[in-house]
């Protein structure tokens, strides 16, 4: 199966802007637009943050949001918050009726 | 509010088999394909499995397949996973999550269980 790629850590200060990236193929990321990203706290089941690629549920900050060039998704986290410090999936469809999460990212708030 | 419940989890020896549920207290399980993902301690999360809405379609990662059957019972409101010949890996948490569906995009999961630990050890 595909694997994603992202960058194992991440970090800013409060109210400062970070990009995480989410590199896949051309079956995937590339592919399709069933691109959803996931903030997990320890301890806690994941939460969807973006879904669609660009989409983001009633209930999320609009600091977060998603965009896609080429075979790279990104998340975008405006104006970083100390609650933000959390571990964050990309997660994608990769064609055959399979899926593939990214292995994750840890967000430090300094 | 739709709420996923697993159970089933527990310790088993390698080699043996388990079941695990997943309830939705919802009105519209029926509607959404299921899926089950697992998180190994320490790690990131695994997609294993889909199920169709009517439990006609099934699909499964590589790691699984062959040894994990998906299966729902729309009745129920009720997903389940059989696993047969555990491995010390598969030790994990696992959850279900039901897959939205909005306005043209899908393959994401809405909602999440809370997950139910299965520890695969001799």
């Known amino acids: 199966q595909s694997a994603l790629t992202q960058p194992a850590s991440v970090s800013g200060s409060p109210e400062e802007s970070i990009t995480i990236s989410c590199t896949g193929t051309s079956s995937d990321v590339g592919n399709w637009n069933v691109v959803s990203w996931y903030q997990q706290h320890p301890g806690k089941a994941p939460q969807l943050l973006i879904y669609?690629?660009?989409k983001r549920p009633s209930g999320v900050p609009n600091r977060f949001s998603g965009s896609k060039s080429g075979n790279t998704a990104s998340l975008t986290i405006s104006g970083l918050q100390s609650e933000d410090e959390a571990e964050y999936y990309c997660?994608?469809?990769?064609?055959?009726?399979?899926?593939?999460f990214g292995p994750g990212t840890k967000v430090t708030v300094l | 509010q739709v709420q996923l419940v697993e159970s089933g989890g527990g310790v088993v020896q390698p080699g043996r088999s388990l079941r695990l549920s997943c309830v939705d207290s919802?009105?519209?399980?029926?509607?959404?394909?299921m899926h089950w993902v697992r998180q190994s301690p320490g790690k990131g999360p695994e997609w294993l499995a889909v199920i169709s809405k009517d439990g006609n379609n099934q699909d499964y990662a590589d790691s699984v397949r062959g040894r994990f059957t998906i299966s729902r019972d729309n009745s129920k409101k009720t997903l389940y996973l059989q696993m047969d010949s555990l491995r010390v890996d598969d030790t994990a948490i696992y959850y279900c999550?039901?897959?939205?569906?909005?306005?043209?995009?899908?393959?994401?999961?809405?909602?999440w269980g809370q997950g139910s630990l299965v520890t695969v050890s001799s």
């Open positions: 919802g009105f519209t399980f029926s509607t959404h394909p």
């Open positions: 999550a039901r897959e939205g569906m909005d306005s043209g995009s899908w393959g994401y999961f809405e909602f």
């Open positions: 997660f994608s469809y990769a064609s055959g009726g399979l899926y593939v």
């Open positions: 669609g690629v660009t």
